[in-house]
């Protein structure tokens, strides 16, 4: 008896531990992995998911100047904004401002990168020169522009005025300021988008041009049928960012017009900046936070779905 | 292949006017800030070049303070970003665990919210946590990169399964293995990810104009609005060289980094 | 009991299909026991869960005694070999041959002995600073191995170590690993595709398709007596002759081609009333002698192999191929005759699969050899 008890045991208990132990690790890595995403899921926590629920919450109230939550208005916030010309025109100028900004920076973009992906002598130099708007940040842009659009001693009045053309106000022409803040964020955001697009064109394959030169194909032919297509995974990603950039600008605004004049660049950011800082109107700023937040929901949502129909992956 | 030469003049000459239309706003700036401000106002060529601008700027603001802001709260956002996204994407690439998926698209959910929209409470927190005016309020919220994390993660998956298998087998845990293995074998994508890092902390414009009131660690860019303003109609001279101090870093950076990042930018986005 | 044991193992990915099923086995201590199939066959698979890099989802795997199914890695005692070798790519080859000392926190003095040993042992004691991507394909696999022979692991484990060399280095290294095996008294586990390795290195092989044993043996056994018609289509090369065949009065028709007397005592009781399938080896199909069971047949290619000579010849439906010693001027469309004796047959059930009967001349063969 004495003998066999032991025997038996040693067979059977591993058996019932190792259940127990492999249940154990489950859980033991599930709080490694846990514990590897909690600084990032924390972060995110606290300064993104939070502040956006927050946001939506604020976007129903009154505010104190303190942002504290006074008299709960229900749907009014979002009444008043929509009814508002200011907001409309702030919807207005948003909207314009993509479309201004987006289409003419990516094709400027891909001109300068299709010209910069062939192999010449000094090739690198002008990568470089092309590049280099990168680097330089939102205010000194604002600040170079905001010379050159300078009314009297600004460098492209000066140009206008020595071919005989009348001098613009840029930045407080009504007609004219969205434009001036357009050409300062595309000139602004060149740099970037050459950059990934011509990461995007180098990663084509050579010997996709190497047999069309067998097959005697032109120059245009190529880029048409070759470059446009393979480069679409880039050029999707570059257009959803490029958007997703102009719907966030502020930088350029506050240094080269502060939202004016006539209210003609309050783009929505600036918009909501003003609502919430400099009138206190933290209510209302939300509600008009809310609506950029859903726009670029829907942005993005378009473009994955559109991304998936038209682009051409390998 | 070769070209013809007439082909290759055209590219020359496309490129050259390109390179001098997208260069010379920078170009018009930094030859303003040697000049004297009387050349600039007449629009005439300049007379004479000095770096009098620069003793100005230097002279009339505390840019060396705002310089060394920048530095820090670059510093430390990169070095942040570097430690978090690392971290998340090792926890992606090399760790099973349930609702690892789930995770992960909460992190693709992040690059839908904009900064911008979830900026008022974002201020409030800062303000009841005290830290405005503090080095943690313009960078702790911006750790947590989702950008950095699938940059990282696209890079983590290229490292070989078997190396994470036969450390295993060697006894060496998860976190040793991050440290010692990965985050070495990673290197290069790690410095892109920094530079980028860098670069964009180092441009921020939004943020550290809400959470700084003063100069205790007010950023550049926002000193530089701050010359701006103050000098705007009398010395473009000295606005310019402020404004060229500002992008002197960047510009390094860029040069230096040209080829990782546009490979780093590349990769992180398209995959 | 073996040193490992494997009862009735099973492995399944989202508890669904099998990717392996009833895996019974035991290998002994010192053993070089070799895991050969295609690929999907779960060998890897199984590897893998002996190592404890995947879970085992049904069964007992013991390892000198103790139940070790729980078990991470690191308490398995065991060192592996990876194909692609599995070298930190940061570190040098000395770093990389310590790696695994270091993460057990062995002492430095012991270390460098273990180094210098190892490193003598492989010929590596040039190569010590370089990186790996410094090396040679060859010089890599070795600070492979060399990494799980300094690990002192009594058990070592090698999945497809030689398939990312060229043939003439991985005709080398298969000796190599053979004799160190030999040399440290180790136990092997090693995993292949390829049946040449299989039959040269193991001294005992088993051959897995679908999850599913199809037998385990010493390699003359599995090439003589295979079980079935995938072993013996899966060992040797080239590949064993088949043909459909049945008896017809005394006579044995293969693929409704050959017409092979059957004499009484080979007849045997169990041949009878069965859809059979008969496996010939091409070194047993010689040229044809005035004897029983000649056979004229047309050469549809020859493949001149310098000490000897493969023909190719259609019997029905099927190609099979004869293997000459020496060199046979023939060519394309010649008759030659060629001898196909029941003795040298394997006769397997159709419907099954499975050997009915091995060669026999085989048999006689195994006598002479003891």
Not at chain 1, 269 to 277: G, L
């Amino acid at each position: 008896m004495n003998m066999s008890n032991p025997m038996i045991e040693s067979t059977e208990i591993p058996e019932i531990n190792y259940e127990s132990v492999k249940r154990k690790q489950r859980i033991r890595t599930f709080a490694k992995g846990m514990l590897f995403l909690l600084p990032s899921l924390l972060l995110f926590g606290v300064f993104l998911f939070y502040p956006l629920f927050k946001t939506l919450y604020l976007s129903f109230f009154l505010t104190n100047a303190r942002g504290e939550t006074t008299v709960f208005v229900g749907l009014q916030n979002y009444l008043g904004m929509f009814a508002s010309p200011i907001f409309h025109q702030s919807m207005k100028s948003t909207f314009l401002f993509v479309l201004y900004t987006v289409p003419t920076t990516i094709i400027i973009a891909l001109f300068l990168a299709v010209l910069a992906n062939e192999k010449l002598k000094g090739i690198g130099f002008f990568r470089t020169i092309f590049t280099s708007t990168m680097g330089i940040s939102v205010a000194a842009a604002s600040v170079f522009w905001l010379y050159l659009f300078h009314p009297s001693i600004g460098f492209i009045n000066g140009i206008l005025e020595m071919i005989g053309m009348e001098s613009i106000g840029w930045l407080t022409d009504p007609k004219w300021a969205l434009i001036a803040v357009a050409v300062t964020t595309i000139w602004m955001n060149l740099g970037f988008t050459f950059l990934v697009l011509l990461g995007g064109l180098q990663s084509i394959d050579s010997y996709l041009y190497e047999s069309a030169d067998i097959d005697g194909a032109s120059y245009f032919y190529k880029l048409r049928r070759i470059t446009i297509p393979m480069l679409s995974p880039t050029l999707f990603f570059v257009i959803t960012v490029t958007i997703i950039n102009a719907f966030q600008t502020f930088g350029q605004i506050d240094i080269l017009t502060q939202g004016g004049p006539q209210n003609t660049t309050n783009l929505i950011v600036y918009s909501i900046y003003r609502e919430a800082f400099t009138n206190y109107q933290f209510g209302t700023a939300s509600a008009q936070a809310i609506v950029l937040f859903v726009i670029i929901l829907i942005m993005t949502i378009i473009q994955f779905k559109l991304g998936e129909r038209k682009v051409h992956y390998q | 292949m070769t070209m013809p030469i007439s082909k290759k003049i055209l590219f020359y000459f496309l490129l050259s006017i390109s390179a001098l239309v997208v260069f010379a706003p920078a170009l018009l700036a930094f030859v303003m800030s040697f000049m004297d401000n009387k050349d600039i106002m007449t629009g005439s060529l300049p007379q004479s070049l000095s770096f009098d601008n620069y003793i100005k700027a230097f002279e009339q603001f505390p840019l060396l303070k705002y310089l060394l802001n920048s530095f820090i709260v670059a510093i430390a956002i990169t070095i942040g970003q570097l430690i978090l996204s690392s971290l998340a994407a090792y926890a992606f690439v090399f760790l099973e665990f349930k609702g690892r998926d789930l995770l992960f698209f909460l992190f693709i959910a992040t690059m839908m919210v904009p900064f911008e929209a979830s900026i008022i409470p974002n201020f409030h927190i800062i303000r009841d946590l005290g830290w405005i005016d503090q080095y943690p309020g313009l960078t702790v919220p911006f750790f947590a990169t989702a950008f950095g994390t699938f940059l990282l993660r696209q890079n983590f998956k290229q490292i070989p399964k078997e190396l994470r298998e036969a450390s295993q087998i060697a006894g060496m845990g998860d976190f040793k293995f991050y440290l010692k293995v990965v985050l070495p074998v990673a290197k290069t994508s790690l410095v892109t990810l920094g530079a980028y890092g860098f670069l964009t902390s180092w441009n921020m414009y939004l943020w550290p104009l809400l959470s700084t009131t003063n100069d205790t660690v007010r950023t550049v860019q926002i000193g530089l609005k701050q010359l701006q303003t103050q000098e705007q109609l009398n010395d473009w001279g000295v606005i310019m060289s402020g404004a060229i101090i500002v992008i002197i870093p960047t510009m390094i950076l860029l040069f230096l980094g040209q080829k990782q990042l546009q490979k780093g930018l590349t990769e992180g986005a398209i995959k | 009991m073996g040193y490992i044991e494997l009862m009735d193992i099973s492995k399944s990915y989202n508890k669904q299909s099998d990717v392996l099923n009833g895996i019974d086995l035991q290998i002994e201590k010192g053993e070089f026991f070799v895991l050969v199939g295609p690929s999907g066959s779960g060998k890897s698979t199984l590897l893998r869960m002996i190592a404890g890099l995947e879970d085992i989802s049904g069964g007992t795997l013991k390892i000198n005694g103790n139940i070790v199914n729980h078990l991470p890695p690191k308490d398995r005692n065991l060192s592996m070999v990876f194909q692609n070798y599995a070298l930190y790519p940061h570190l040098t080859v000395e770093q990389n041959i310590l790696f695994g000392l270091n993460a057990k926190k062995i002492d430095k003095a012991t270390q460098k002995k273990r180094l210098l040993e190892t490193a003598e042992m492989m010929g590596l004691s040039d190569l010590l600073k370089r990186k790996p991507r410094e090396l040679s394909g060859g010089q890599r696999q070795r600070v492979a191995l060399a990494r799980a022979v300094v690990s002192d692991a009594p058990l070592c484990l090698m999945d497809e170590p030689l398939s990312n060399l060229d043939a003439k280095l991985r005709a080398n290294m298969r000796i190599e690993i053979r004799r160190l095996q030999k040399k440290l008294g180790l136990t092997m586990i090693y995993v292949t595709h390829d049946q040449v390795e299989a039959m040269t290195m193991g001294d005992r092989i088993m051959v897995l398709n679908d999850g599913i044993i199809q037998q385990v043996g010493e390699p003359i056994a599995l090439y003589n007596k295979p079980s079935n018609l995938f072993v013996a289509t899966f060992i040797g090369s080239p590949k064993m002759n088949l043909g459909k065949a049945k008896l017809k009065e005394s006579n044995l028709v293969i693929e409704d081609v050959f017409t092979i007397p059957f004499n009484h005592e080979q007849i045997l009781a169990k041949f009878q009333n069965r859809q059979l399938v008969v496996g010939i080896r091409a070194e047993h199909i010689p040229h044809g002698a005035e004897k029983d069971g000649v056979q004229t047949v047309e050469i549809v290619n020859v493949e001149q192999l310098g000490n000897e000579t493969l023909i190719s010849f259609e019997v029905g439906s099927k190609l099979w191929t004869a293997k000459w010693l020496g060199q046979w001027l023939v060519g394309v469309g010649d008759r030659v005759p060629v001898q196909i004796s029941v003795e040298n047959m394997c006769f397997f059930d159709e419907d099954t699969g499975n050997l009915i009967q091995a060669a026999t001349s085989s048999l006689k063969r195994e006598v002479v050899a003891i």
